[in-house]
C-alpha cells in the first residue's frame, strides 16, 4: 500500500521549471500542470491583446504591447507558482474542486466579455479605439476577484 502511494504521489508531481518553460508557450504551463480551461483562457486573452495591438492606434499600440508583455510573463510566474503548490499538496487541501469552479466561471464571464466586446465591433457599434480606452475595466475585475476571493478565503478560515 505504500508503495502504491508513493507511485500516486509521484504522478502528481509536477516540475516547476518545466511548467515555467512550457508556459513560454502561453497556456501551456496552466495545461501541464491540470488546469486545461485556464491554459484555454490563457491562450484566448494572449490572442485578443495581439489582435488589439494589431488593431490599436500608435498610443493605444503601445498601452497593449505592454499588457502583452505584463500578461506574458505573468502566466509564466503562474504557472511556475502553481507547479510548486501542487507538489507541496497546498491545493489538495484547499478544497480544489471549489477553486476549479470558480475559475472556470470567472473564465466563463471573461471570455463572454471579450466575445461581446468584439461583436459590438463588427457591427459598428464600438471601435476598437473605444476598446483601448476601457481597457482599465480589465484590471477593476481582475481587482474586484482578488479582493473577493481573499474575503472568501478569510470567511473559510475564521468560520
Given at each position: 500500500?505504500?508503495?502504491?502511494?508513493?507511485?500516486h504521489?509521484?504522478?502528481?508531481?509536477?516540475?516547476?521549471?518545466?511548467?515555467?518553460f512550457?508556459?513560454?508557450?502561453?497556456?501551456?504551463?496552466?495545461?501541464?500542470n491540470?488546469?486545461?480551461?485556464?491554459?484555454?483562457?490563457?491562450?484566448?486573452?494572449?490572442?485578443?491583446?495581439?489582435?488589439?495591438?494589431?488593431n490599436?492606434n500608435?498610443?493605444?499600440g503601445?498601452?497593449?504591447?505592454?499588457?502583452?508583455a505584463?500578461?506574458?510573463?505573468?502566466?509564466?510566474?503562474?504557472?511556475?507558482?502553481?507547479?510548486?503548490?501542487?507538489?507541496?499538496?497546498?491545493?489538495?487541501?484547499?478544497?480544489?474542486?471549489?477553486?476549479?469552479?470558480?475559475?472556470?466561471?470567472?473564465?466563463?464571464?471573461?471570455?463572454?466579455?471579450?466575445g461581446?466586446?468584439?461583436?459590438?465591433?463588427?457591427?459598428?457599434?464600438?471601435?476598437?479605439?473605444?476598446?483601448?480606452?476601457?481597457w482599465?475595466?480589465?484590471?477593476?475585475?481582475?481587482?474586484?476577484?482578488i479582493?473577493?476571493?481573499?474575503?472568501?478565503?478569510?470567511?473559510k478560515?475564521?468560520?
Amino acid at each position: 500500500m505504500d508503495n502504491n502511494q508513493q507511485a500516486h504521489k509521484a504522478q502528481k508531481e509536477k516540475s516547476p521549471s518545466l511548467a515555467a518553460f512550457l508556459a513560454i508557450f502561453p497556456g501551456m504551463g496552466a495545461m501541464y500542470n491540470g488546469n486545461i480551461i485556464k491554459g484555454i483562457t490563457y491562450m484566448l486573452i494572449f490572442a485578443v491583446l495581439i489582435v488589439l495591438t494589431d488593431n490599436a492606434n500608435d498610443p493605444d499600440g503601445v498601452v497593449f504591447g505592454l499588457m502583452i508583455a505584463g500578461f506574458f510573463i505573468y502566466q509564466i510566474i503562474d504557472s511556475y507558482n502553481e507547479a510548486s503548490k501542487i507538489n507541496q499538496n497546498i491545493l489538495a487541501e484547499e478544497n480544489p474542486a471549489s477553486q476549479k469552479e470558480d475559475l472556470s466561471l470567472f473564465s466563463a464571464v471573461v471570455v463572454l466579455l471579450i466575445g461581446i466586446v468584439f461583436q459590438l465591433a463588427n457591427f459598428d457599434l464600438l471601435t476598437y479605439r473605444q476598446v483601448t480606452r476601457l481597457w482599465p475595466l480589465v484590471l477593476i475585475v481582475f481587482g474586484i476577484k482578488i479582493v473577493y476571493d481573499y474575503f472568501k478565503k478569510e470567511e473559510k478560515k475564521n468560520g
